[in-house]
């Protein structure tokens, strides 16, 4: 069964660092998500992304993040600077379209540890 | 606003009984998700329900969805030691542009032998 998938599973950075994280959505699918889970928190949405560009975000979702589809394949999540709470774990996720139902897939995570 | 508030926060119960969890939410919506996530691991879907549905089975799962009460309940029958985990409920809302979804706090649901 198709799957998302993301790399790396944990990432320890330091503070004021930039990070990449990285997303392969189900490869039919056209709607691409990324939320956190702050530990022992909800899971918050960041940004959907559609058709090349951002279609929503959240006020979590400042200027320090960025979004890219660099590919046909991949869709990535940047963290310019990076700040001690930032760490969480970060989730991918896709849907294939709005009128199926808007089944959001998730990815298993990266777990971003900010020092 | 709050969406998608889990009762009860958590819940212990025999192996073999079965689990009720339930979600309220405040804002109209196009669906709704449930979700159940292992400690510290991905979020895997477990069924979704739209609006103009009331019930919906899927092996173990019922779901049930009240519109009238902006409420959902998620039962799992004859409950096994692997359902240990937290469930979450998460709601599409109904004017969002890009299906966004806006999840509980959750239901931490342990299962004893």
């Known amino acids: 069964e198709p799957e998302v998938t993301q790399t790396p599973s944990h990432q320890v950075t330091q503070m004021g660092q930039e990070v990449i994280l990285r997303c392969v959505p189900i490869s039919n699918h056209l709607y691409f998500y990324w939320y956190r889970q702050i530990l022992g928190q909800k899971v918050e949405f960041l940004v959907s992304f559609y058709n090349n560009e951002i279609s929503e975000k959240s006020e979590i979702f400042d200027d320090q993040f960025s979004v890219e589809r660099p590919d046909g394949s991949n869709f990535t999540l940047k963290i310019r600077s990076t700040k001690l709470e930032d760490s969480a774990m970060y989730f991918c996720?896709?849907?294939?379209?709005?009128?199926?139902?808007?089944?959001?897939?998730f990815g298993p995570g990266t777990r971003l540890l900010v020092l | 606003s709050q969406q998608g508030e889990e009762d009860p926060q958590a819940l212990s119960i025999q192996e073999g009984e079965n689990a009720t969890m339930n979600c309220s939410y405040k804002t109209s919506i196009n669906n709704l998700q449930w979700y159940r996530q292992n400690s510290g691991r991905g979020l895997v879907h477990l069924i979704l329900i739209r609006s103009n549905e009331r019930e919906k089975h899927s092996g173990r799962l019922r779901v049930t969805l009240d519109t009238s009460k902006k409420s959902s309940s998620l039962l799992i029958t004859a409950s096994r030691a692997a359902d240990t985990a937290s469930y979450f409920c998460a709601t599409g809302e109904a004017y969002s542009s890009a299906s966004k979804i806006i999840f509980g706090s959750g239901t931490r649901l342990s299962i004893r032998p």
């Open positions: 996720a896709s849907s294939f379209d709005r009128s199926r139902g808007e089944t959001q897939y």
